[in-house]
């Protein structure tokens, strides 16, 4: 097997707009041997996962063409349906070491076949049962580097959802996420292979980077189980936080996006060593690179701790917190405005950018409820939020009243969204940003209101909202259930209505999500029906 540095390093420049095949020499991938004593199998596993400089072979080649259809994602395009990319758009292809995505299950199984046709060695896609069985390398943990409940190591062996990505989406894309693992391996997208620690098998990036596709089908279209609908897919990528290893997860058949790649076996007991020190020695150069950018990343600063309010006269806020670590750091102040005639807005505005003390004075000029948060900046990155910190008066709700979603005092898992030019809440369905198929973990979301009762009293429980029918939620006061009801289904928003009862006390009033399915609330209220004696 011949391979050729300059033409590894030079892929990109190959355009695949005249669809014409030459005659090119494959690239065939670094293996590692695996062998399953439990069912007894042994078989040969892709070191890494396969590279545009290897599928670009096999374009190359054969003029194949892959349907411009890819949910691509990447610093200048979000995912969207109505602008699809390619597998050879640019910013995939610049750097020839990283996964080959957008290329789909078809993609990477015509790969396969042609690499099996022009080596005479049976190359295939792993089962997903071959999968988790080298992702794990044995272990019967979480992870092939053990449990890490509290994602202390991951950033060590995955390339996954981080702090540098969270910043680095907000920058390129306006969009904040509020949770990652808390670490930083300084990569944003999914970036070029092995620069992790590999698992005991000597495998890497089994957990992220990409997704990986596999040949099990989970879901066929017929009864004659010819046609597959769904396939099972390993791992996690750069965009998801990691969870356990052995969890279903699937992708639909014809479904190209740019977050998923694959990696290849090999159906063989022994091998003749192969000659891949020339890949191996292009590798480590483009790894070279993507550390240098890396190390970069790795110095954008955490969130800033204590933040604290004070208030002053003539509806002054006077705001402190901990100082951040690490030279050219700036912050920005954000606040977000509650307040009973409807003249502030719940959404995060930001007050000042640019401020190179921990400390800031603020006005007041609503006498309203404010919350505030800082970011930590360095290279026009923010880090993610700080504590949240209060100041003013929060208003004073009652039973009867018309309450909007947005006049909760505390929550959990929620986020302010426009509707309709409407603002509601919506509860989330998935705090944790896992990938979102297969098994989600449940934390439900809520939402808190100081709302008290004078009195005990049935009700009817009035609610604006938009969830599926399978949408569960429950309005509690302390220890008292006070109703519990479904979505309407549908795309719309819609009253819902059910008998309650609430009870003499000043507990708060808890909105609470039960199960995974998320809802949109714009308001509610609480309408009494009569007075126990």
Not at 145 to 161: I, K, Q
Not at 183 to 189: K, V
Not at 262 to 277: G, T
Not at 498 to 509: M, N, T
């Amino acid at each position: 097997m011949k391979l050729y540095t300059s033409a590894l390093l030079l892929v990109s420049s190959y355009s695949v707009a005249a669809n014409e095949p030459v005659t090119v020499t494959p690239i065939e991938p670094v293996l590692v041997a695996m062998d399953n004593q439990d069912i007894d199998q042994q078989f040969y596993m892709g070191k890494y996962e396969v590279t545009v400089a290897e599928f670009q072979r096999f374009v190359q080649a054969t003029g194949y063409t892959v349907p411009n259809k890819c949910m691509v994602f990447t610093k200048s395009q979000w995912p969207s349906p109505d602008k699809p990319g390619s597998w050879d758009s640019p910013e995939l292809v610049n750097e020839p070491f990283r996964p080959v995505v957008c290329v789909g299950v078809q993609g990477a199984i015509d790969y396969a076949k042609w690499l099996t046709k022009e080596t005479g060695k049976p190359y295939r896609l792993p089962t997903i049962e071959e999968y988790e069985f080298a992702a794990l390398a044995g272990q019967k943990s979480r992870f092939a580097f053990g449990e890490d409940y509290e994602h202390s190591d991951v950033c060590e062996y995955e390339n996954v959802e981080d702090r540098a990505n969270i910043a680095a989406l907000k920058l390129h894309h306006g969009v904040e996420y509020t949770r990652s693992v808390d670490c930083n391996d300084g990569a944003i997208y999914h970036t070029v292979v092995g620069m992790y620690r590999p698992n005991s098998f000597g495998l890497h990036d089994m957990l992220g980077n990409v997704r990986e596709l596999t040949q099990t089908c989970i879901e066929y279209k017929d009864d004659d189980n010819k046609h597959c609908s769904r396939y099972a897919i390993g791992g996690s990528a750069w965009h998801w936080q990691p969870r356990d290893i052995v969890k279903e997860r699937w992708t639909a058949a014809d479904f190209i996006g740019s977050i998923e790649g694959f990696r290849l076996v090999l159906d063989a007991k022994e091998l003749a060593i192969d000659h891949w020190e020339q890949f191996k020695g292009a590798l480590l150069h483009a790894q070279k690179r993507a550390r240098i950018e890396h190390n970069k990343l790795k110095s954008l600063p955490t969130a800033p701790k204590g933040l604290v309010t004070k208030e002053l006269v003539e509806h002054q806020v006077q705001l402190g917190w901990d100082a951040a670590h690490g030279e050219g750091v700036t912050y920005a102040l954000y606040r977000s405005v509650l307040d009973s005639t409807g003249k502030g807005t719940r959404q995060w505005q930001l007050v000042k950018d640019g401020l190179s003390a921990p400390n800031y004075r603020d006005s007041n000029p609503l006498s309203s409820f404010i919350s505030y948060k800082v970011h930590a900046v360095k290279d026009g990155m923010q880090s993610k939020a700080s504590n949240i910190a209060y100041t003013g008066q929060y208003p004073k709700l009652a039973i009867g009243q018309k309450v909007e979603a947005e006049h909760y005092f505390s929550q959990r898992h929620s986020m302010l969204s426009k509707k309709d030019d409407l603002q509601v809440v919506g509860l989330s369905t998935n705090a944790d940003h896992h990938t979102p198929d297969g098994y989600i973990p449940f934390k439900p979301a809520w939402l808190k209101f100081d709302l008290s009762s004078e009195t005990s009293s049935a009700v009817t429980v009035n609610v604006r909202m938009r969830g599926a029918k399978d949408t569960l939620l429950e309005f509690w006061q302390g220890h008292h259930l006070v109703a519990r009801f479904n979505g309407h289904g549908g795309k719309e928003f819609k009253e819902v209505s059910v008998l309650g009862s609430v009870i003499k006390g000043a507990d708060q009033l808890e909105i609470r999500s039960v199960g995974n399915n998320g809802a949109l609330i714009d308001w509610f209220e609480l309408i009494p029906n009569h007075i126990d004696d």
